[in-house]
């Protein structure tokens, strides 16, 4: 498959992919021959690189190692020329999972981005979606439509030319496209290979400039003022920008490129999470655009490095001093310690946030060698409550790291994204979401992931404890075929999700996995688990009715208690057994016992249950 499908109209690389080999230098150095002579009068200095051919292998199966044939990588220079480079260091190819991965070339510190795709050659592949219309040159603005034949599959997209993702923005409907703009964009779905990457370019010339108006109707105005929030290093950063004038409004970049790692959307919004930064505030020039007309301005952003810390003292030293923020502008944190002590005592980093109400971090401890993260490092429970960091808004994991306690980041809220170093030989992260190195078994998905369904990915054959917690902005969840166990207190607290199909692989389920979910209403179990754990359901307040399969035999203590709206029950099974306590209401046992275990509906009428003819 090529990576990179031509739609018709202009087709651009507008990112870069490049690996360090022998050719090219020692992989992770910068290049520090510069490719111009610098004599006396020669003061002409880099300003962007690009691959002009790109490599000509572009797809890989697991475990394939990067193949530069083919690859040519141009520097382009102040005084407009511009020549091939070697040199250039990379990073970002693994092929150890399969996806679309998003490589980056840096030369001079200038860097650039091109993605492969690595696949399962044993897992069929999504199909790439196609554009209507297709990219080409308009005289209007167009509403473009994504859609792939693969059945169930979501599409990410992208507008302004950079890589997809699945962070990307998914795609739900037509695309407005009103300023000469590239799309790129994938289609995704659990158990199968990501598809390729297709770009399509729109150029909109309606043979005359609107000018900065007057139109029919009220241009733009650019109100957001300069400077922009400040962004750092490796935290996810968000802002939007505003104007006055005629909705709807359309936001393009005018003749300016964002930080690596940053994206302009149509409606305004820059999002990503930079990649580089130098502290140094950068003009960037924005164009907003209406039937009447545009408007154009320069706002300048600074993007910051981490401060990196060696103890937790000096981390709270430099805390105290800043001023609160928000969890959208929360402050990056390197912190290289080989103990981050016990929460909530003096000296530890718990209490270091705790004690900072109000002041949001992005915790970045891969530079320690911690092996542990336990219920007393990021939270506490005092008596039946449990008390957390709410300040984190996510954190970056060590290759140390061994273990980690069912309750380490319990009740921290606003905790967005758990990140893992590559090497590390114990967890692997996707998305944010923490699975064991394997990806078999999935052990955390974040609290405040901003997600409101979720599909697990196809491989995951165990759902870990407490591995959904509490996970209040997700409605649905996709739980594959070939998962076999759901853990203790997996989905627990899940307050709005509203049903569950359970498929058939699984065998067994945790107690209280699926406790306090308020919103639950419909549950289909599978027909291989032989018992219903304790607490399983209880507290599923919206819950009316369930169909206990043939496999089950037995049904724990508080299962279904306190689902007060659970009137009707089905048994399949003439041996289940349960007791008083397992059901809300009186005899059901009895009513069940009465009828020699009888296989058949049961319905609550006022507090007593009884079989039905």
Request: net charge negative; glycine share 10%.
């Amino acid at each position: 498959m090529k990576n990179v499908l031509k739609l018709i109209g202009i087709i651009a690389f507008a990112a870069i992919i490049g690996f360090s080999f022998a050719a090219c230098g020692s992989s992770g150095d910068d290049n520090t021959t510069p490719s111009v002579p610098q004599t006396p009068g020669n003061t002409k200095t880099i300003v962007s690189i690009a691959v002009t051919t790109p490599p000509t292998k572009t797809e890989y199966n697991l475990g394939e190692t990067f193949d530069p044939a083919g690859l040519v990588v141009t520097a382009t220079y102040s005084d407009g020329t511009s020549e091939a480079i070697t040199g250039y260091s990379t990073s970002g190819f693994s092929s150890a999972t399969t996806g679309n991965k998003i490589i980056i070339v840096t030369y001079q510190e200038k860097t650039a981005e091109f993605t492969v795709n690595v696949i399962d050659p044993s897992l069929p592949t999504v199909a790439a979606p196609t554009a209507s219309p297709t990219g080409g040159t308009y005289a209007t603005a167009q509403n473009v439509t994504l859609t792939t034949t693969t059945g169930g599959a979501a599409i990410y997209y992208t507008i302004n030319g950079t890589e997809p993702t699945k962070g990307s923005t998914p795609y739900t409907t037509a695309i407005n496209i009103g300023v000469t703009t590239t799309l790129k964009a994938f289609a995704v779905k659990a158990g199968m290979n990501d598809s390729d990457i297709i770009t399509a370019v729109y150029t909109i010339d309606s043979g005359t400039d609107p000018g900065p108006g007057p139109g029919q109707g009220t241009r733009p105005t650019i109100t957001t003022t300069s400077p922009l929030p400040n962004a750092t290093v490796g935290i996810p950063y968000s802002t939007t920008l505003t104007a006055t004038g005629d909705t709807p409004i359309t936001w393009s970049l005018d003749g300016s490129t964002l930080p690596t790692g940053l994206t302009l959307s149509p409606e305004g919004v820059i999002s990503g999470t930079p990649t580089t930064g130098d502290g140094i505030a950068t003009p960037i020039s924005f164009k907003a655009t209406n039937a009447a007309g545009y408007d154009q301005k320069s706002l300048y952003i600074t993007i910051d490095t981490l401060p990196d810390f060696n103890t937790i003292a000096a981390f709270k030293t430099w805390l105290d001093a800043k001023p609160a923020n928000t969890a959208a502008t929360a402050y990056g944190v390197k912190l290289g310690v080989s103990n981050l002590g016990s929460f909530p005592d003096d000296g530890s980093v718990g209490k270091t946030l705790t004690s900072n109400s109000g002041k949001y971090v992005s915790l970045d401890i891969s530079g320690s060698t911690v092996t542990t993260i336990n219920d007393s490092t990021f939270c506490v429970l005092a008596g039946s409550i449990y008390t957390g960091c709410a300040t984190i808004t996510s954190i970056t994991l060590p290759n140390t790291l061994t273990s980690i306690n069912n309750n380490a980041f319990r009740s921290c809220n606003n905790l967005a994204e758990i990140n893992v170093t590559s090497t590390n030989t114990a967890y692997s992260s996707e998305d944010g979401v923490l699975y064991n190195k394997a990806k078999t078994t999935l052990v955390m998905y974040p609290v405040a992931k901003k997600s409101s369904t979720f599909t697990i990915p196809g491989g995951v054959t165990e759902i870990g404890n407490y591995a959904f917690r509490a996970c209040n902005n997700l409605t649905g969840v996709t739980i594959p075929d070939g998962v076999t166990g759901i853990g203790t207190n997996a989905f627990e607290a899940c307050l709005y999700i509203t049903s569950v199909t359970i498929p058939n692989s699984v065998t067994s389920i945790g107690a209280s996995a699926f406790s306090n979910c308020n919103s639950l209403a419909s549950v289909t179990l599978p027909n291989n688990i032989t018992s219903i754990s304790n607490n399983t359901f209880r507290y599923c307040a919206q819950l009316t009715s369930i169909n206990i399969p043939a496999s089950v035999t037995s049904i724990g203590e508080n299962a279904f208690n306190s689902c007060e709206k659970l009137t009707i029950v089905t048994f399949n099974n003439i041996n289940s057994t349960f007791n008083a306590n397992s059901f809300p209401g009186t005899g059901l046992s009895e009513a069940y016992s009465a009828e020699g275990g009888g296989i058949g509906t049961y319905k609550l009428t006022g507090s007593t249950w009884s079989k039905q003819n």
